[in-house]
């Protein structure tokens, strides 16, 4: 039995002229919580479609729980969770009559989960779901997606919408099942404060790449912020080593670099700087400067905030 909950073996993707996924080779490892982040246009839904075999691969394979994406049998398919940014459920429902039909479909729904989850959302079994808030919504997929007692469980962009209660309550559910219940959770989200509380794993996707696996801490270790005086002229971004991003404040260069240690402080001098100092890095930063490579020309690199 593979130890990998997700494996990808050289998988494509491609929608016309435009390559979702090039050459994508990704494996996740049972339990924790491993957060996808990536830019508009990365590959994160494609890869999920891809997974849940709702789209074939234009070349190469995808598993989940060991079986191939296009040959999911119902048993894994009810192992297997999904929580979308949507929270589409049947508005003319009460919650108390989709409960009941949700416990129909899964033998192992446990109640004591979704009773533990949907505690911390203010959801009565006698409520319309038209008459719920988003946070409330999602706070009822959530807790039903759990209450399955999934092995997998994937969020895409769950909190998008919420106010910040709602999206408290949301990540604390998701800790509580991921150490409670042995579930591994996949996390797709914009919301880097989101990520750096929540995620074990790091997995960064741009432009239908896989560009990045580690912990967060390994990540931010790797990506250094400085501060730069040039009093005269200013270098060329590419005589920079590691260079991501660059940022003019107030007659100041604030740069991102990737890979570089302390004499990269010797080198900037080299440059003409009078003085150069190196500041720590949020994961939030981390990740803009590391993706920006892609979405900034010279001319904006240098513009005033």
């Known amino acids: 039995m593979s130890n990998y909950v997700i494996e990808t073996q050289d998988l494509y993707k491609q929608f016309g002229q435009k390559m979702a996924l090039s050459n994508l080779n990704l494996k996740v490892q049972s339990g924790g919580v491993h957060a996808i982040v990536g830019s508009n246009g990365a590959g994160k839904s494609t890869l999920f479609k891809l997974l849940l075999g709702v789209i074939s691969p234009t070349q190469g ?29 049947p508005k003319w429902m009460r919650v108390s009559a989709l409960l009941k ?10 109640q004591h989960i979704y009773q533990q989850v949907i505690g911390n959302f203010n959801v009565s079994p006698q409520q319309k779901i038209n008459e ?14 759990l209450a399955k007692r999934p092995k997998v469980l994937v969020l895409d962009e769950p909190t998008l919408g919420l106010d910040v209660v709602a999206k408290q309550a949301f990540l604390e559910s998701v800790l509580f099942t991921e150490k409670a219940d042995e579930c591994t959770v996949i996390y797709c989200s914009h919301q880097m404060d989101e990520i750096e509380r929540v995620a074990d794993q790091l997995i960064v996707m741009e432009q239908g790449h896989l560009i990045n696996v580690s912990t967060p801490e390994d990540f931010c270790k790797r990506i250094h912020y400085w501060v730069v005086n040039f009093p005269k002229q200013v270098p060329a ?12 404040i107030e007659g100041e260069y604030h740069y991102m670099v990737i890979d570089q240690d302390a004499t990269l402080k010797t ?27 892609n979405h900034h020309s010279p001319e904006q690199d240098t513009q005033h905030d």
């Open 61 to 89: 394979s995808s598993k989940i729980l060991g079986l191939d994406s296009q040959q999911l049998t119902p048993d894994i398919r009810g192992k297997v969770g999904f929580v979308n940014e949507e929270h589409t459920l």
């Open 101 to 110: 039909m949700e416990q129909s479909f899964y033998p192992a729904w446990n």
């Open 132 to 145: 719920l808030s988003r946070g409330e919504r999602a706070g009822l997929n959530l807790a039903m997606a």
């Open 237 to 248: 971004n590419d005589r920079i080593p590691g260079f991501l991003q660059v940022r003019c």
């Open 267 to 293: 080198c900037f001098e080299q440059l003409g700087a009078s003085d150069a100092f190196q500041s720590s890095v949020s994961l939030n930063q981390a990740v803009n400067g590391f993706l920006s490579r």
